[in-house]
């Protein structure tokens, strides 16, 4: 089965940067996790009056 790159899902993944098809699409993914690119949206919790 053959595993396309994440990145650019254009080549198929090569064993020294698996799962990425280069170095170049390994960066791109490392400065994605470095500027919260990958972050999972939340909402804002709501404070009661109890709470304080």
Same mark, same amino acid.
């Given at each position: ?18 799962? @990425? ?5 390994? +960066?791109? +993914?490392?400065?994605?996790? @470095? ?12 404070? +009661?009056?109890? +709470?304080?």
């Amino acid at each position: 089965m053959m595993s396309l790159c994440p990145i650019c899902r254009r080549q198929e993944a090569v064993p020294a940067y698996k799962p @990425f098809c280069s170095k170049r699409c390994a +960066d791109v +993914d490392l400065q994605r996790w @470095f500027t919260g690119g990958y972050a999972i949206p939340a909402e804002e919790a709501v404070e +009661d009056e109890k +709470d304080r």
